[in-house]
């Protein structure tokens, strides 16, 4: 059985495996510009993030429907059941959908479909939580916003992705005000590619409560104090802090120094179709790499539950966070 842990960095979009990307293009008349899966396969070989972005948007094409975004979640939820994954806050990226003609609502209703499911399928609770793309203007981040109004319910936060340098978090003030007012969670992609400050910025302009990935904060000891001070948790992805090198391999990641200094760091697989791995491919790969003990994996697990969005079903948080105390690393 493996470690029971939340999954608190995850775009849906990052999880169409080549063989589903096919299956739906084939059903929806799009031409992938790749002969087979092997050959879409080779092509995830990433310099940086930009990179592995112009990929990620490309195969969205094949995404149209709700019962696309349905199988999408479904199948992303099965994989994650199988490595231990108890409860899932999962990202999606609106207008990369909105701006290629798929409705808003196909999106939201395609997604929920699978994960009001999940719970008695597969064994997960799952929150939902929108992302802008931070590549884009201020403007279309309101607009997708009041594009949210009607699904508010289904909606638990918003959040801040795509190309990180040059696009600070200052730029997207207002809708983060705006989302707060409406009663939203707030997290931030920062501290990937971009600098340390923007982990302070995200943090003091637009009142994020979670850092997703924030590696780079261990160029500033001040923030690093900060952030430990107000347990500000860090969902780091170290399988794809290799894939889009912003570590130059494992062995190098800062995870061990970041848990060392007291940080509230979770590990998480961010796009695992696309990185080599699911939530505990991830945690295999840092225990091995980093020779990480049981009761560091262990802290990993119980900070990954207490960092989750749980206040409005404290009992479950509990019952998750009891299965990370009884678990035993021997069998
Ligand atoms: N969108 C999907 N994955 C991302 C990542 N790792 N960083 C920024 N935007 C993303
Ligand atoms: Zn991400």
């Not at 609502?105 to 939580?129: K, N």
């Not at 780091?236 to 494992?250: A, M």
């Not at 990954?304 to 035993?328: G, H, I, K, N, T």
């Amino acid at each position: 059985m493996p470690l029971p842990k939340a999954e608190l960095h995850l775009h849906i979009e990052g999880t169409l495996e080549p063989e589903l990307a096919f299956a739906l293009a084939a059903r929806n008349g799009v031409t992938l510009p790749y002969a087979d899966t092997e050959e879409l396969r080779a092509a995830y070989r990433f310099g940086d993030l930009q990179s592995f972005l112009d990929l990620y948007y490309a195969l969205m094409a094949v995404l149209r429907t709700p019962e696309d975004f349905t199988a999408l979640a479904d199948a992303y939820l099965e994989r994650a059941a199988a490595q231990g994954v108890r409860h899932a806050e999962i990202f999606f990226d609106p207008q990369a959908h909105t701006a290629r003609g798929v409705p808003f609502a196909a999106v939201i209703e395609g997604l929920g479909a699978s994960l009001d499911r999940s719970e008695e399928r597969y064994g997960i609770s799952t929150r939902l939580i929108m992302c802008f793309l931070r590549d884009e203007s201020a403007e279309s981040a309101l607009a997708t916003l009041e594009s949210a109004r009607p699904y508010l319910d289904r909606i638990t936060g918003v959040g801040l992705d795509s190309a990180e340098a040059g696009n600070p978090p200052a730029k997207f003030r207002a809708v983060y005000e705006e989302a707060a007012r409406l009663g939203l969670r707030r997290v931030a992609h920062a501290g990937e590619e971009g600098p340390a400050a923007y982990v302070r910025e995200a943090l003091d302009v637009l009142g994020v409560e979670r850092i997703d990935h924030g590696l780079r904060c261990m160029e500033d000891p001040e923030l690093v104090a900060r952030l430990v001070r107000e347990r500000i948790p860090l969902t780091l992805c170290p399988l794809s802090n290799v894939r889009l090198r912003v570590v130059d391999t494992l062995a190098d990641h800062p995870l061990p120094a970041m848990l060392d200094a007291g940080l509230m760091v979770t590990v998480n697989s961010d796009d695992p179709a696309y990185f080599g791995g699911y939530a505990g491919d991830n945690y295999d790969a840092v225990r091995e790499a980093l020779s990480l003990g049981p009761e560091q994996l262990r802290t990993l697990a119980r900070q990954s539950f207490e960092a989750s969005f749980l206040e409005d079903d404290e009992p479950r948080r509990a019952r998750y966070l009891a299965e990370v105390e009884a678990y035993d690393f021997r069998v």
